[in-house]
Each structure stands twice: as structure tokens, then as C-alpha cells.
């Protein structure tokens, strides 16, 4: 069956270009009226340009409904602001797509730390505070759907991306806390780790690749996850037509009998420390705690 967005609003971040606007595209082509957000700022932050008029002019052209924005996803005011705006013109907020970003790239040695800074200011502040202004709303409405935009590089790392990379699995982190805080509101909150053919990457993708990691198969898992029927709490990747999940998962590890809590203990027993065997996802991080407390009555662990 068709899944459809009539009679949602949704807010899309940095939805003047690449991946946001393929989002708000689409989302305006099923139905949902659109905030075209994006202060259309180059790749590295710097400038300023009306490409979410832009994009607006384009769902319209197409038959849907849109507004742009032109606020800073790092300026809470602003944010607030295109919230009550948003409210004022269509009654509320049901979706909303953290898309905005910029890169800073260098190894860490050569990072200047207002270039991390920036970047992570940027990507998680900005989504921590376009949500914040968002939440209430969502709270009233109980009804929510959140997406984050994280990244390979914040998942598992890439070299000359740390500011990047610590911002990046920051909302995933942030995704973690928030879909307990609205699980009883009807607010799902999910992150995505797209891979797609933007200005972004574009000298990372040959030619031919450009082609094949297009914008558009990543929106098909972004408006998946901001769906009535989304899950919560995932990690999706998504690029050129392949998408999987991805999971933060622990082990049991080991109960060390108090003779052997020693650095020597712990190197003794690492190999039971890290046994992936029994790896299990938890749901909250209180479930640390738990299996601590569960191997400690068991006992020591043998081996
Ligand atoms: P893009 O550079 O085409 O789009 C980012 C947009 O964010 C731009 O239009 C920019 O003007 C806007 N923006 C920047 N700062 C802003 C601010 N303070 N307030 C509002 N808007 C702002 O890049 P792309 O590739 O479409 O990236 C979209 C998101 O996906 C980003 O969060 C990026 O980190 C993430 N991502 C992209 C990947 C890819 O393969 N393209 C891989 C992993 C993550």
C-alpha cells in the first residue's frame, strides 16, 4: 500500500541541496507540507544563498505544498521561530528530518579546534536544538517522528573526520535517549547513515558510481523512518539501493572473583572480556547495570 504524508507538516533541515532536498521532494510529492530549511551555506559553512526558495518553488511547481527558511539550525531562537511560523501556517509539526551539515576536513593533528568545533556544533547542537524547538509541539500533538543523520564515519570511524565523526555518533547518541523520552507520546526517533552522490562526496565517488548512489534511493529509507508505521530507536544505512541496519551491542563479559580485579586480572581474562558470543542490543543503558548485577550473583566466570 501507498504510504502517504497528507495532513503531516514536516521541517527538513539543510533541505536546499543533496540529500534534504530529494527529501522534501519527495515528501511534498506524497502529500506533506514541507519547510524547506537552509540558510545555503558552501560545503565548508561559508556564504549564504536562497536555495530553499529554491526547492520551494520546485514542490510547488509539482503540485505540493512548501515554505522556505532560511534560519541556522545552530541558532535556537531561529529555530523556535520557524517552529511557531510553521505552526501559525499549517497547526503543527509532525515530522523532522536533521539534515543539515558542513565539513571541516583534516586529520586531527592539523584540525584547527574552531574547526571542530563548528562541525560539531552544526550537526549536533543544531539537531539537538531544531528538535528541542520541535519537541513540545510533538509532545501536544502525541504524535512525533524524528529523524538524525549520522554517518559511517561516526559509526565506525574514517580518517580526517573527527569533529565529524564525535558529532556524528553524538546523534546517535542523542536518537538513544530521545525515543525513550517520547516513547509515551507517540515520538519515534530513529538516525540514518546515508551514502549518496552530493556535493558533499563528490570527489569520493567515480563517475560511474555518482550515478548509481543517487540521492533518491536514501530517501526512500529517510521517509520510511518518518512514516506512521516507522520503528524507533534504528540505525539504518542506505545507499544506491542497498540499506541494512546497524546495532550498538554489548557482550556479558566476565565476573572477575575479587582477587583477580587486578589490571593483571583483566589482562588474564580479556579474551572472555571481549567474547562476542552472546552479544545482545540494549534497549536502555540501565540494562548495563543489570547484567552486571546478574553476573555478580552468578559468581566469578570460569576461564
Ligand atoms: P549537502 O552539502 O548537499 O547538504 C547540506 C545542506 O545543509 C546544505 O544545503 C547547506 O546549505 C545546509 N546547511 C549547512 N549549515 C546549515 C545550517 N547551519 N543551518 C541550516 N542549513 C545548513 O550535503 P548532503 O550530502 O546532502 O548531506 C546531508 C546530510 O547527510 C548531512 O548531515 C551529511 O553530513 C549527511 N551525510 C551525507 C553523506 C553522503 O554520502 N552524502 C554520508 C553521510 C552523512
Not at 539504518?236 to 575479587?258: E, F, Q
Not at 588474564?268 to 543503558?285: K, L, N
Amino acid at each position: 500500500m501507498a504510504i502517504s504524508f497528507t495532513n503531516r507538516v514536516a521541517i527538513v533541515t539543510g533541505a536546499g541541496g543533496g540529500l534534504g532536498r530529494a527529501y522534501a521532494l519527495e515528501l511534498g510529492r506524497r502529500g506533506a507540507r514541507v519547510v524547506v530549511n537552509d540558510l545555503g551555506a558552501s560545503r565548508d559553512g561559508s556564504g549564504r544563498s536562497d536555495v530553499a526558495g529554491e526547492v520551494v518553488e520546485e514542490i510547488v511547481a509539482a503540485g505540493g505544498e512548501a515554505m522556505a527558511n532560511g534560519a541556522s539550525v545552530t541558532e535556537y531562537d531561529q529555530m523556535e521561530e520557524m517552529v511557531a511560523r510553521t505552526r501559525e501556517a499549517w497547526g503543527g509539526v509532525h515530522i523532522l528530518i536533521n539534515n543539515a551539515g558542513i565539513l571541516r576536513d583534516r586529520s586531527f593533528a592539523k584540525m584547527e579546534p574552531a574547526d571542530f568545533e563548528l562541525v560539531v556544533k552544526i550537526h549536533l547542537i543544531g539537531s539537538a536544538f531544531a528538535t528541542k524547538a520541535c519537541w513540545d509541539t510533538m509532545r501536544e500533538q502525541n504524535y512525533g517522528r524524528v529523524l538524525m543523520t549520522a554517518s559511517s564515519t561516526g559509526l565506525f570511524g574514517n580518517f580526517g573526520q573527527a569533529n565529524y565523526g564525535a558529532a556524528k555518533l553524538g546523534l546517535a547518541g542523542l536518537t538513544k535517549t530521545l525515543y525513550l523520552e517520547g516513547a509515551k507520546n507517540n515520538i519515534r526517533v530513529n538516525t540514518l547513515a546515508p551514502v549518496a552522490a552530493t556535493r558533499m562526496t563528490e570527489e569520493m565517488f567515480p563517475e560511474q558510481a555518482f550515478k548509481l548512489f543517487s540521492p533518491e534511493s536514501v530517501t526512500a529509507a529517510a521517509l520510511f523512518l518518518v512514516s506512521d508505521d516507522a520503528p524507533t530507536n534504528a540505525i539504518v544505512g542506505a545507499g544506491a539501493g542497498v540499506y541494512h541496519s546497524v546495532w550498538v551491542t554489548m557482550n556479558r563479559g566476565a565476573c572477575l572473583a575479587p582477587e583477580q580485579r587486578t589490571v593483571e586480572g583483566v589482562a588474564e581474562h580479556w579474551a572472555t572480556i571481549c567474547d562476542r558470543s552472546a552479544d545482545f542490543v540494549p534497549q536502555a543503558g540501565s540494562e548495563q547495570s543489570q547484567v552486571i548485577l546478574e553476573l555478580l550473583q552468578a559468581g566469578p566466570t570460569s576461564g
